[in-house]
C-alpha cells in the first residue's frame, strides 16, 4: 500500500475507533455487545426450536424453558442459573444447549459471551489440577466482567476430574458480588453421561408397567439423579460442593431415545439438508441402529449421534 493511501487507511481507523468509542451505542450496532441488540431472550424460538428439534425429551424441554424464561423474566435473579443435563450420548444435550444459546445470543455458540469447556481438550492432565482451578477462576472472572449475560457450558462432567469444578462455587453462590463483580446474571451448564443408568432404569420400568413414557415427572428422577451422581466416583461431580450446597437449580434427565424418535432424528436431518423426508432412507437408517437392553431393543444405543453420518451413506 502506497505511504498516502496507507495514511489515509490509518487515520479512517483511527476516526471511525474514536467515533465507536464516543457513540456506543452506534458501536453497538455493527459489532457485538452485551447489549439487548445481542443479548436477548427469544422466547418464541426457544419454545418453537424446542418443539420441532428436540425429540424424546418432554421432561428437558418443559424444565428449560420455564428455567431459562424464568430467570430472564427477574430483573434482579439472586443467582445465576445454573442446569446440569444428564443422559446418554446422543439424546439431546449439546442440541439442547445450542438452541438455548441460539435463542439468548445473536451468534449463537459464536458468540464472544458463550465460553465451552471440554474436559478431555481443556483440563486433560490430572497432575495440573491447582493450575486449572486457578485458570478456571479467572476466565470466568474476565468474562464476567465484560458481560453480566456471559453463558458457560462444560461438557464430559463424566470425564472431568473430581475436585476441580468446585473452584467455580462461590460463582454459582447467592452473592450480591465478588469483589465487585456480579455474577448473577450469568449461565451455567453442565454436561454429563452420568446418571444415564439411573435415566434408563426408570424409563424401562415405567415401560414395563406399561406406563406412557410421557408419563415420566421430573420428580421420579431429579433427587435420585442428583445422589446418584454426588455419589458416582467417575463423574466430575463427585462429592462436590456445587451439589452439596444446592447451587445448582435443576437436574435436567435426558431420557434414552426409542426407535421413533430415532426416526423423528432421521426426518430433521434430512429436511435440514433440504431433502425430501424419504420413508425408506428414514427406515432404513434407523434400522441400522442398535437397540438395548438385549432383551427389549426399545432404546437406541447412540442415541441420534451418529444419524448424521448414516445419511451420508444413502444420498
Not at 477462576?137 to 468446585?166: H, P, T, Y
Not at 455474577?183 to 415405567?206: C, M, P, Q, V
Amino acid at each position: 500500500m502506497e505511504p498516502i493511501s496507507m495514511g489515509i487507511a490509518v487515520g479512517v481507523a483511527t476516526a471511525l475507533t474514536g467515533l465507536f468509542t464516543t457513540f456506543p451505542r452506534l458501536y453497538c450496532k455493527f459489532q457485538e455487545c452485551c447489549e439487548d441488540e445481542w443479548v436477548k431472550l427469544n422466547l418464541t424460538g426457544l419454545k418453537m426450536d424446542l418443539d420441532n428439534k428436540l425429540f424424546g425429551q418432554h421432561i428437558a424441554k418443559q424444565v428449560v424453558l420455564k428455567a431459562v424464561n424464568g430467570f430472564f423474566t427477574n430483573p434482579n435473579p439472586k443467582k445465576p442459573l445454573a442446569l446440569s443435563l444428564h443422559g446418554w450420548t446422543g439424546t439431546g444435550k449439546n442440541l439442547i444447549s445450542k438452541i438455548i444459546a441460539e435463542n439468548i445470543y445473536t451468534k449463537g455458540l459464536q458468540s464472544a459471551y458463550v465460553h465451552q469447556f471440554i474436559s478431555t481438550l481443556h483440563f486433560p492432565h490430572p497432575e495440573y489440577l491447582s493450575q486449572y482451578k486457578e485458570q478456571l477462576q479467572k476466565w470466568i472472572r474476565g468474562n464476567v466482567s465484560m458481560c453480566d449475560r456471559s453463558m458457560f457450558i462444560f461438557d464430559e462432567m463424566d470425564k472431568m476430574q473430581a475436585g476441580l469444578i468446585d473452584a467455580i462455587k462461590p460463582y454459582l453462590e447467592y452473592y450480591d458480588n465478588i469483589d465487585g463483580v456480579v455474577y448473577r446474571k450469568a449461565i451455567f451448564i453442565f454436561l454429563s453421561n452420568a446418571g444415564g443408568e439411573k435415566i434408563t432404569e426408570i424409563a424401562l420400568d415405567f415401560w414395563h408397567r406399561g406406563s406412557n413414557r410421557e408419563e415420566i415427572q421430573l420428580k421420579d428422577l431429579d433427587s435420585k439423579l442428583s445422589i446418584g451422581v454426588f455419589n458416582n466416583k467417575n463423574s466430575g461431580f463427585w462429592h462436590t460442593s456445587l451439589i452439596d450446597r444446592n447451587v445448582i437449580d435443576y437436574f435436567v434427565p435426558f431420557l434414552p431415545l426409542e426407535y421413533k424418535h430415532v426416526k423423528l432424528c432421521i426426518k430433521e436431518e434430512l429436511v435440514a439438508r433440504g431433502y425430501e423426508a424419504d420413508e425408506d432412507i428414514i427406515t432404513s437408517v434407523a434400522d441400522e441402529m442398535t437397540y438395548f437392553p438385549e432383551n427389549e431393543k426399545l432404546y437406541s444405543d447412540k442415541g441420534c449421534k451418529t444419524v448424521a453420518t448414516k445419511v451420508d451413506f444413502y444420498l
